[in-house]
């Protein structure tokens, strides 16, 4: 038994800055944070005593025969990709609901990626595990989206994240004295709208947008370099991230019609008029959570007027997707034709990062 345990992210700026159209002309750059909720795969191998070879269970229950069959997209990507010839079961939780801002869908394909190498004896690199999601999600599924919730996933952590037009990505940590840290994430307040959506629906029209949005997002693109500059300067209170929050979203409106609706015009407003100093809904738009930023003392008040809302509170995640549980000598390393199986090793992929310690093939102690 595999079990992957990846973050989800709140992205501040620069997003719509890395769709590849956009970056393949201009560049692009994000700047955010991982966070302590999570999604959890796990991974184990099935026995081969049922009529089905595979079960996937996330918000539905699949017993299918072969890959093709499967409807999950990821999973029926990766599988396919990673040629998965042996039976399996796949078990999704995840702390916070799907299809709601929070890069929940690339979460849970740098998860699978990183427990099903897991189960080859496989530590995939944090950068490895970026690109293969990207490109399972950009090509293989063909989605509509970005390329940074993959890396938020991976790495974890306070980021600015570089798109160069020349392809790949940068992680550069926003470096900030514990004190800073505690002071961003005390004036951030999450909370969820109640809508879902699909994210690439939203994000087709925006990169069909892209030509006639050039203004909007050089100018997003821009705050991410000024939201650096505030944060790193501690003389700045870090309630003025919101001023530039709120000109962000009202950008971020402007980019297509389906990015905001009543709901989440009149949460907004019902935050701002409480003593919010800005905020953004995350992610493609069309639902999911929202994000306000408010000064210490408003902080109660803009709650309050949120009350009907769930309200998540969270921390900075700075490990990224990890192993948490490798026990890789369990019923899979039995072939039922009564032959022993080869005793397996773990392999470390360059570059890759592990807590734990090495034996006999296995890591141990990965918590």
Same mark, same amino acid.
């Given at each position: ?22 970056? %393949? ?45 499967? *409807?999950?997209?990821?999973?029926? #990507?990766?599988?396919?990709?990673? #040629? ?9 939780? =995840? ?24 189960? %080859? ?16 999600? &950009? ?8 390329? &940074? ?10 980021? %600015? ?13 926003? +470096? ?9 994430? #005390? ?38 370099? &000024? ?11 870090? $309630? ?52 306000? +930023? ?7 008040? *803009? ?30 390393? +039995? $072939? ?12 470390? =992929? ?13 890591? *141990?102690?990965?918590?």
């Amino acid at each position: 038994m595999i079990i992957s345990r990846t973050p989800f992210r709140v992205s501040l700026f620069g997003g719509g800055t890395d769709y590849p159209d956009w970056i %393949r002309e201009h560049g692009g750059a994000v700047l955010g944070m991982a966070i302590n909720k999570y999604c959890y795969l796990t991974v184990r191998s099935l026995p081969p005593f049922f009529e089905h070879k595979h079960r996937i269970v996330y918000s539905k229950i699949e017993q299918v025969r072969e890959t093709s069959e499967i *409807v999950h997209p990821a999973v029926r #990507a990766v599988f396919s990709e990673l #040629a998965i010839d042996d039976g399996l079961e796949v078990h999704h939780d =995840a702390d916070l609901p799907a299809r709601s801002g929070l890069g929940s869908s690339s979460s849970f394909t740098v998860g699978l990626l990183n427990t099903l190498h897991a189960l %080859r004896g496989r530590m995939m690199s944090k950068a490895e595990l970026c690109n293969e999601a990207i490109r399972i999600e &950009q090509e293989v599924i063909g989605e509509s989206v970005g390329c &940074q919730d993959q890396v938020w996933a991976a790495y974890g952590g306070l980021n %600015r994240i570089e798109f160069p037009r020349e392809g790949g990505f940068t992680v550069r940590p926003v +470096v900030l004295g514990n004190h800073r840290r505690r002071e961003l994430v #005390a004036s951030l307040i999450l909370v969820f709208s109640g809508l879902s959506r699909f994210a690439s629906d939203v994000a087709e029209e925006k990169i069909s947008n892209i030509a006639r949005n050039e203004r909007q997002l050089f100018t997003m693109r821009r705050m991410v370099d &000024q939201a650096m500059d505030l944060l790193l300067d501690e003389n700045e209170p870090v $309630h003025r991230l919101g001023e530039m929050l709120n000109e962000s979203w009202m950008l971020k409106r402007s980019l297509a019609s389906c990015v905001s609706n009543s709901r989440i015009d009149d949460i907004y407003e019902a935050a701002m008029a409480a003593g919010a100093s800005g905020g953004k809904l995350l992610g493609a738009g069309g639902g999911g959570f929202l994000a306000f +930023v408010t000064r210490p003392e408003r902080r109660a008040a *803009v709650c309050e007027a949120l009350r009907g809302l769930i309200q998540v509170t969270f921390e900075i995640d700075n490990e990224g997707s990890r192993i948490m549980i490798y026990e890789p000598n369990g019923i899979g390393a +039995v $072939h039922y034709n009564n032959q022993p199986a080869a005793p397996r090793s773990f392999e470390y =992929a360059e570059g890759a990062l592990a807590t734990g310690m090495r034996t006999n093939g296995a890591i *141990v102690n990965l918590s």
